[in-house]
């Protein structure tokens, strides 16, 4: 009879977790960093992963940023005496140091999960007028000289704002109703609100679409004129 070999079992890796473990916090912390930050840091040979290193990048220089600016306010506040102007553009700097991560952080978002861009490219720029708002107000507390300057710029700005709120409007429609003129020519006529219900209504369709993007292109010219 011929006898039949057993295959040996392989020997048992030898773990090495406990020698992998941190020795302190102090370790964890570098660990951490490397896993998160340093093996996904940008460089000239990969280039095409950056939705892979820009939000922790962006993170580390938002933590770079804040361990700069909190110096250097000491540093003015021992200067001069703390007077109510210096209180308040200080504290309207605090709420700009959160106000601006959050929007950038939802910028961000879009950026690395851009599937959509007829639909995402106008909201990325709607986000950006909270930290276009939020600079300007503490740049006109801090200098009020200059605020007229930054203030027009900031209501340019709210004008390009509106205008790319009815692109992403009419983009989303056309793309949920390829004929939306055909839609639109459908419904009910609507009636103008007080107190222009004296005016006569405006016909569906295509004069709709069209008399609403007129609207929002005056405004786009007539506010900073006005604001000029």
Known sequence: MSTVEV???????????????????????????????????????????????????????????????VPICIWKFQKMKVGMHTKSWFIAGIFLLLTIPVSLWGILQ????????????????????????????????????????????????????IYNFMIFLTNYLTIRFPNLILHLEAKDQQNHILPLCCCPPWAMGEMLLFRCKLGVLQYTVVRPITTV
């Open 110 to 161: 879009h950026l690395v999960h851009y599937t959509q861009p007829e639909l995402q490219k106008p909201i990325i720029r709607i986000l950006w007028m909270v930290p276009i708002y939020s600079v300007d107000s503490w740049v006109a507390l801090v200098y009020p000289k200059i605020a007229i300057y930054v203030d027009t710029w900031r209501e340019c700005y709210e004008a390009y704002v």
């Open 7 to 69: 295959p040996k079992p392989a020997p048992a890796e030898k773990t090495t977790e406990k020698a992998n473990l941190p020795n302190s916090w102090f370790g964890s912390i570098i660990q951490l960093l490397k896993e998160n930050l340093l093996q996904n840091m940008p460089c000239a040979c990969n280039r095409s992963n950056w939705r892979r290193w820009i939000r922790p990048l962006l993170v580390l220089f938002y933590a770079t940023t804040i361990l700069v600016a």
